[in-house]
């Protein structure tokens, strides 16, 4: 296979001398090429050679003829508009087969970087050249292959093992499913045991991580480190290392010593927290359909990311080839854009013959090719926009929904017949401005983000210091923003919900009071929030040991039934994202549940005393835990929040 042009030009449109590195058909090339021909070819050169040597040679040339295009006629053409047409290439160059391309034969004996036994060629110009200049593009090509190679086996190994994947997703699902059902009923139980169980697996895991580790002493190659074997495609070569199951042992063992600390200074508190799960799994009784409403909310994220996709698919790819004119000789129209089509009838090649009209760069130059990655960056903007208010969206319904269940004095017959769609209805009639302002504000800052990232990554190989500094800053108040908005969005949401006020009335009503209940922010619904992180925890390693155990085809009654992989952390690592995301959409639903309890239970505190005239809202079982429990209020402090 062999390439042709005698030059080829940087992203730049800098004209550079051709290196022949020999590609196959235009096809089948996983390389970003310019438009010069591609031929197949039985074997790749093996020889140098230079067209204009070859023409002096008939044995030479009969040779060469094998990189020619079919459209070569010998040398009835003079050796100049050969190479200028670009029927044979300017020269050849020592070969070796590689994915069905031909590469520079590059070896290095006794630390000489040779190609075909010689450090020097001839560049079809009269110059020799060292063939270190080579090496460099064969390594990119080289990286590019690999690459290519690791998304086709990861490819292969998805298609002998999606339906396995699939049946792994629905046991996450229908596990994720029974536990909420089961913490309806018993809750109390189910927490306790979710928190044993959490304990005894990741117990398992270090038990697991200490066998492997001791089962390696002695072996040849074990000892070695991570960073003596650098980066490997292949991920089963990191597990016969002892440094790897040393790593995965440590962190194993400082999860679980936290997780225990936690639980030991927190088990007061966790009494506490379970009996507002309770409340919020009574409410999520009495709204079931709040279960399955975060397959509304993914649905609707899928049609941005699809949005987003193609629209970005679409700019990209909306750039043109633009050639320019190269001329060895001074020419006062070189660097000039040219059309191929119409190039040899024009008065280019008048006024310099030896002209050639050949491809510099794919873009554009006009005004919307400028402005190229403005337009991405507005695209990510909307992406961010419309993202966010989906979320906000089902924020407020689920916020509305468990409201109402609250607020009824009489539970459940005080509540709305269908009471998530009625949340979801008032949501999009009287709170999406509400809602598109607030996605509107975190959105701006995840953009800003973007971009900090973006010029983070242009400013690498820059060696000021104070600005690298200054941008490290920044990144992180930033992040720390969002996060402090995403916090503050949630719980003006739930105040919409509640009241029906504007974004910035609820923001400042939920800010101060959160404030006044900091204590009880802090002791409640993050221990809350820790304990559904452990039933996360619980649900993803439970599936992802039982796929560890299927796809490497350790369990004796499936195990002629495991697919054949190339890499099976590529089915097990799915298994566990996915697991996990579906895990966080089902616990997502009772984690907005505590927080609209929460904030409900905060304000009945502050609009009501428990007296005949004002009675709390709250259910019996959660005053008698709150009220009279260890965060029992003072009548002062009840009424100052």
Request: with cysteine.
């Amino acid at each position: 296979m062999g390439g042709h042009g005698d030059s080829y030009y940087g992203k730049h449109g800098t004209p550079q001398k051709y290196d022949p590195t020999f590609k196959g058909p235009i096809y089948d090339s996983p390389l970003p090429v310019s438009p010069s021909p591609q031929i197949c070819v039985s074997k790749c050169p093996d020889r140098y050679l230079t067209y204009l040597t070859a023409v002096g040679s008939p044995a030479s040339l009969e040779y060469y003829r094998n990189f020619c295009t079919p459209e070569y006629k010998g040398t009835q053409k003079a050796a100049l508009n050969v190479l200028k047409d670009r029927e044979c290439p300017a020269m050849l160059i020592p070969s070796t087969p590689l994915a069905r391309r031909c590469f520079p034969a590059i070896q290095a004996k006794k630390g000489v970087i040779m190609v075909g036994n010689k450090t020097t060629y001839e560049d079809g110009w009269g110059n020799h050249r060292n063939v270190t200049e080579l090496l460099e593009g064969a390594k990119k090509a080289n990286v590019v292959l690999e690459t290519r190679q690791l998304a086709m086996k990861i490819f292969e190994d998805y298609t002998v093992s999606w339906y396995w994947i699939i049946i792994g997703l629905v046991i996450a699902m229908v596990a994720s499913l029974i536990f909420i059902v089961l913490l309806r009923f018993l809750a109390g139980v189910m927490v306790w045991v979710m928190i044993v169980m959490v304990i005894l697996v990741l117990g398992y895991g270090i038990f697991h991580c200490y066998m492997e580790y001791a089962k390696l002493k002695g072996e040849a190659g074990s000892d070695m480190s991570l960073t003596d074997l650098g980066f490997q495609t292949d991920l089963r070569v990191y597990l016969h290392l002892r440094q790897t199951w040393l790593a995965f042992l440590i962190i194993l063992c400082v999860l679980e010593l936290l997780i225990v600390l936690l639980l030991i200074f927190l088990r007061k508190r966790i009494l506490i927290a379970i009996a507002l799960i309770k409340e919020a799994s009574r409410a999520v009784g009495h709204v079931m359909s709040s279960l399955l409403f975060p397959l509304c909310t993914f649905f609707l994220l899928c049609l941005c990311i699809a949005y987003w996709a193609s629209t970005a698919v679409f700019l990209s790819t909306s750039n043109e080839a633009v050639y320019k004119v190269f001329n060895e000789s001074a020419c006062p129209f070189a660097g000039q854009t040219c059309r191929p089509e119409t190039f040899n009838t024009s008065n280019v090649t008048k006024l310099c013959p030896d002209a050639q009209c050949l491809f510099a760069f794919y873009g554009g130059e006009t005004a919307y090719h400028r402005y190229l990655v403005v337009l991405q960056f507005f695209n990510v903007f909307m992406f961010f926009w419309l993202a966010n208010f989906v979320i906000a969206l089902g924020q407020v319904t689920l916020a509305g929904a468990f409201a109402s269940y609250y607020w009824a004095f009489k539970k459940p017959d005080d509540m709305p017949a269908f009471p998530l769609f009625s949340a979801f209805g008032r949501a999009l009639r009287y709170h999406t401005g509400s809602l598109a302002f607030g996605s509107l504000i975190l959105a701006i800052v995840q953009v800003i983000r973007v971009i900090l990232e973006y010029l983070d990554h242009r400013l690498k190989a820059a060696e000021n210091k104070f600005a690298k500094f200054l941008l490290s800053c920044l990144k992180c108040c930033f992040w720390c923003l969002e996060k402090f908005l995403k916090f503050l969005n949630r719980n003006a949401y739930i105040m919409i919900a509640i009241y029906g006020t504007n974004f910035c009335t609820s923001a400042r009503n939920a800010f101060f009071l959160l404030m006044r209940n900091i204590i009880r922010v802090a002791v409640l619904d993050k221990v809350t929030d820790f304990l559904f992180f452990l039933g996360k925890l619980l649900i993803v390693g439970s599936v992802g040991i039982l796929a560890f155990f299927f796809f490497t085809q350790r369990i004796k009654l499936v195990q002629d039934t495991a697919p054949p992989l190339n890499y099976y952390w590529v089915p097990i690592l799915t298994v566990i994202v996915g697991s996990y995301l579906i895990a966080h959409g089902f616990f997502s639903v009772y984690g907005m549940c505590v927080d609209t309890l929460f904030l409900c239970f905060c304000e009945d505190l502050e609009r009501n005393d428990g007296s005949p005239e004002r009675p709390y809202y709250m259910s019996p079982e959660l005053s008698e835990i709150l009220l009279k429990g260890h965060l029992e209020p003072s009548k002062s402090a009840d009424s100052q929040g």
